[in-house]
């Protein structure tokens, strides 16, 4: 009798099982056959047109607008300042206390002469990265230029760029030539005529 059930049970599951899978799916997204694919004498597909939103008009720059800074326009005077250079400690965009004169001097000398412009130049010693040295030359230009503005002088007069560690004023590997090499240099600057 066992064997006898066992049969009919089995026969019983196999028959369930086919009757499941005979039913269609329900609810199940059509998927729409491939498009053929493109070979070289046929048309190639197109994509469907949609139209084009509408252009924004051209906004032109109105004649007073002033020329963005470009240094070739510029005289550059490297000599003016260059004996108020200021250095910085080792890691560091922090202007000392020792070096506030010679900002104070070169302050002076902008607040007289209207006409001229400042670049500040930052660099660094020859230690630690590409990357990191423009980056601190960076903040060295731009403390600088925060501390002339303190002073009197007018932001969009002073301009900034980081030399990072490709400017040195002095060679060689010891703790005297590089306290030399951290610094922020500062070039006077009068437009050329005609620009």
């Not at 302050?107 to 990265?129: P, Q, V």
């Amino acid at each position: 009798m066992n064997k006898f059930t066992y049969s009919a049970a089995l026969a019983l599951a196999v028959a369930i099982a086919s009757a499941g899978c005979a039913h269609k799916p329900y609810g199940v997204t059509p998927i729409p056959p491939r498009p053929e694919p493109y070979i070289g004498d046929q048309n190639p597909p197109t994509l469907p047109q949609q139209p084009l939103p509408p252009s924004q008009p051209v906004t032109e720059t109105p004649a007073y607008a002033e020329k963005p800074f470009s240094l070739p326009d510029w005289n550059q005077d490297r000599n003016a300042l260059a004996a108020e250079t200021i250095h910085f400690s080792f890691d560091s965009a922090v202007i000392r206390d020792s070096e506030r004169s010679k900002l104070q001097a070169i302050a002076a000398a902008l607040n007289s002469d209207k006409s001229a412009n400042l670049m500040i130049e930052g660099n660094c010693d020859e230690r630690g990265t590409e990357e990191y040295n423009r980056s601190l030359g960076e903040r060295r230009a731009e403390a600088a230029r925060e501390a002339l503005v303190g002073m009197g002088v007018d932001v969009d007069r002073i301009h900034t760029v980081s030399y990072g560690k490709d400017h040195p004023v002095e060679h060689g590997h010891s703790e005297a030539v590089w306290s030399k090499n951290r610094r922020a240099d500062f070039v006077v600057l009068h437009r050329k005529t005609g620009t």
